[in-house]
């Protein structure tokens, strides 16, 4: 099945990435270890590219607006198809921020203004992009000072950040941050607000858009990318070698798409898999309800599967609404994205906020600090 093959393929391409995020990336490994990146086939469209510049947000996005969020963009088998293809990030993360000083320290900690100005109502988001290391040459070839100062890079990669603003009602704008140029002919340094891509990375990309319609264009796929993963009802946790990732697959397709899983064996009987049976009349009984039956955890090609309802037995990740503070706080109002992600994952597991059966209370904060 090739939708299958697709799936394994990037589940091992991000195991691979987030392993490289951990060295110079642990705040953000440790959240989306635990909480997982999210993953749909890297050739599946569902949006054409004029809608996602025309409305990059969506009405769901807007209603909710999420405090983080990763998603799996890559394609895995990029780097089999020789020079000239076109040049994707292989991972894109967002994360809400609480203030414009906040995305300053964290995107440059200059001694000037990193961003342009934003209205006081408006929610600002950072928009991380991982890409290869051998990109690097292409995207920014000239390799000036502030090409180096515009990325951060680790081991065989390199990270662009890219600052959006998100007015009140429902308007993305990508925002223009504070850039310099050498000019050798007069010996000259001069600073000119720009888009972290500029018009010569565009070209490079072999894109006919604008710098503000490509950043569009990469915003709304990873944020539809992730709405996506809440239209299939179940949430499918798969982890390996400590890095969690979750994978999109539709309720109704489950029993077909892990198949191939290793056998469970219960007092001689083989276990089936998690599975949805419909409401249903029985002859001479009452009608059964509409409910979820089957294996929830097993081995799957070297991966350990989780799965659960969202919204029935837990509460939702995807809607947490929580702004990130870059600003030093004292250490018994604060919380670490690592701690964040541990604290949010053993709550669904605790069975806060379900719907169906017992609820238990929230776990302690203070359970999760070092």
Same mark, same amino acid.
């Given at each position: ?14 195991? =691979? ?48 607006? $999420? ?8 394609? $895995?088998?990029? @780097?089999? =198809? ?18 414009? #000083? ?9 001694? #000037? ?16 992009? *991982? ?7 292409? &995207? ?9 100062? &515009?990325?951060?890079?680790? @081991? ?19 925002? =223009? ?45 990873? &944020?539809?990318? *992730? ?27 489950? $029993? ?33 309800? &509409? ?46 994205? $690592? ?18 059966? =017992? ?12």
């Amino acid at each position: 099945m090739r939708f299958k093959r697709t799936i394994l393929d990037q589940l091992d391409d991000n195991t =691979k990435i987030m392993g490289r995020m951990k060295a110079c990336f642990p705040m953000e490994y440790g959240l989306y270890s635990q909480i997982g990146a999210v993953v749909l086939p890297h050739d599946e469209a569902f949006l054409e590219e004029s809608a996602l510049i025309r409305e990059p947000l969506s009405s769901w996005f807007n209603q909710v607006r $999420p405090s983080f969020g990763a998603v799996v963009t890559g394609d $895995p088998h990029s @780097e089999t =198809k020789g020079r000239g293809h076109p040049i994707h990030p292989r991972l894109m993360h967002f994360l809400k921020m609480k203030s414009p #000083r906040d995305i300053k320290k964290r995107l440059f900690e200059r001694g #000037r203004d990193a961003i342009q100005p934003i209205a006081p109502t408006s929610d600002l988001y950072i928009f991380t992009s *991982y890409f290869d290391e051998r990109d690097w040459a292409r &995207l920014f070839p000239k390799k000036t000072r502030d090409d180096w100062n &515009l990325c951060r890079f680790f @081991e065989k990669a390199f990270a662009l950040e890219l600052p959006l603003e998100i007015t009140q009602d429902g308007r993305a704008r990508p925002l =223009k941050i504070f850039r310099e140029r050498y000019l050798a002919r007069i010996g000259v340094h001069t600073r000119y607000w720009d888009y972290p891509y500029t018009r010569d990375a565009m070209r490079i990309i072999n894109s006919k858009l604008s710098p503000v319609e490509y950043i569009l264009r990469e915003i709304g796929f990873t &944020l539809r990318c *992730y709405e996506e993963a809440t239209y299939s009802i179940i949430q499918v946790r798969a982890t390996k070698n400590g890095v969690c990732t979750l994978v999109n697959v539709n309720v109704e397709e489950t $029993p077909d798409f892990f198949d191939d899983r290793e056998d469970v064996i219960i007092d001689g009987i083989k276990k089936r898999i998690f599975h949805i049976v419909r409401a249903h009349e029985r002859i001479g009984s009452r009608g059964v309800r &509409l409910h979820f039956r089957g294996l929830r955890q097993f081995n799957w090609n070297g991966y350990q599967i989780e799965i659960s309802v969202p919204g029935r037995e837990h509460f939702d990740i995807k809607e947490v609404n929580i702004a990130t503070d870059e600003t030093a706080l004292p250490r018994d109002k604060s919380l670490e994205m $690592p701690e964040l992600g541990a604290w949010l994952v053993a709550n669904q597991k605790n069975r806060f906020a379900a719907m169906v059966g =017992k609820c238990n209370p929230p776990l302690p904060l203070d359970d999760f600090r070092p």
